[in-house]
């Protein structure tokens, strides 16, 4: 039996090489988790931003140190090379506002479906928690909210693969 993982080689240089490539070519989207309570998605968000190469993550009330066992198993070390910082307070969210086009991944009366978004970078995407959504003092200071249409029976889903969804497709605007 032939594993072709097994053959596969990288053949993109060495880390410190590649490590440079990647820092010096980020994509103009950030992502700020708000209140993101689960260390796992809070991990798996930060393997997403790696794979997209975005900018930067901002963390605004999420309750998990970087140090959590969880979220570096989930996170599979991105969290080392993944440009990221704590967001204070909601005054800090507001001078960060000013350097971005800011887009809510979150379902409102309002919001628009992800492929109907215009984008003017840089971007920076809000992500909420999975029960609460984007919160409330959040969500009025927005350019636009836009969601995922679903067409099935559940009116959600998980929050790594929405964030997933949202960034590809943002990336692939620039």
Do not use: W
């Amino acid at each position: 039996m032939n594993n072709k993982q097994l053959e596969y080689k990288d053949e993109r240089g060495s880390f410190e090489e590649r490590l440079a490539f990647i820092n010096n070519s980020r994509k103009p989207l950030s992502l700020l988790l708000d209140s993101l309570d689960d260390a796992k998605n809070i991990g798996g968000i930060f393997r997403i931003a790696d794979a997209a190469n975005i900018s930067h993550i901002y963390l605004y009330n999420c309750n998990h140190s970087l140090a959590d066992k969880r979220l570096q198993r989930t996170a599979r070390s991105t969290q080392k090379y993944v440009p990221s910082s704590i967001v204070s307070s909601f005054e800090d969210f507001l001078n960060l506002k000013k350097q971005y086009q800011t887009i809510a991944l979150e379902i409102t009366s309002q919001s628009i479906p992800y492929t109907s978004l215009d984008i003017n970078s840089p971007v920076l995407l809000i992500i909420g928690a999975e029960n609460q959504g984007v919160s409330k003092e959040i969500l009025e200071e927005m350019d636009v909210s836009i969601h995922i249409p679903m067409h099935g029976i559940n009116t959600s889903m998980n929050v790594m693969t929405a964030t997933a969804v949202a960034t590809f497709h943002i990336i692939n605007q620039f």
